[in-house]
């Protein structure tokens, strides 16, 4: 398994891109430690390509992380999904994410979504995706966020053996309070965080857009 760090070294730029979608998102932005440069995902927006936009403007991109709503086999950014489904489509600008010589350095796309690594559909996804930016990935088969809902934020599922450098504050991590899961457009308090609305879990309403799966 990866393991995770708080201190960047000399690993060179590191990037986050935080999806408006996310409750809370507000405290993830605050809690992004100083040598992180960091962009709000708006919920309106084609997000994979938000992120290709920003990312042209920077010569070297060592780390890349990506936070959001997920599920097996894919995660939700903006207005867009970026699955199995949809990698051919939005193959081009996953590609231009990195430099060509990123193979080089220790470069990486680092996801927090729940479950994006879970499962074959999880596992796939990892390798196609390593396969387009070329790079490390390293991601989670659980539940993001809240450790009092079943959440945490290990990333259990790495493409190649790395280090992940956490780009949160520890006190922020800790205070992030909530898990969340929605199955076709509807939200509820995950309370076990098995992205399923079990007998006794309340449905919130206008909490996340349809368009969001299990949890992060």
């Not at 992004?32 to 390509?49: L, Y």
Request: hydrophobic share 40%; proline share 6%.
């Amino acid at each position: 398994p990866p393991s995770l760090t708080d201190q960047s070294g000399n690993l060179g730029n590191a990037i986050a891109f935080i999806d408006a979608n996310i409750d809370h998102y507000d405290h993830l932005v605050q809690g992004i430690t100083a040598d992180t440069t960091i962009f709000t995902i708006p919920s309106d927006q084609d997000g994979v390509r938000y992120i290709t936009e920003h990312l042209s403007k920077y010569q070297e991109n060592y780390r890349i992380y990506i936070v959001a709503h997920g599920e097996p086999g894919g995660l939700f950014l903006g207005s867009t999904a970026l699955s199995l489904e949809t990698l051919e489509k939005y193959s081009w600008d996953i590609q231009s994410w990195f430099s060509p010589r990123a193979h080089l350095t220790q470069s990486a796309l680092i996801l927090y979504s729940c479950n994006v690594a879970r499962g074959q559909e999880g596992a796939e996804f990892l390798h196609q995706l390593r396969q387009l930016c070329g790079v490390a990935i390293a991601a989670s088969s659980t539940p993001i966020g809240d450790a009092t809902k079943g959440g945490s934020w290990d990333l259990d599922q790495t493409t190649d053996p790395m280090n992940v450098v956490v780009p949160f504050r520890p006190c922020i991590m800790e205070a992030y309070p909530a898990v969340l899961g929605s199955i076709e457009g509807r939200v509820w308090d995950d309370a076990n965080a098995n992205g399923i609305q079990d007998d006794g879990e309340v449905a919130i309403a206008g909490t996340l857009p349809d368009l969001l799966m299990p949890g992060w």
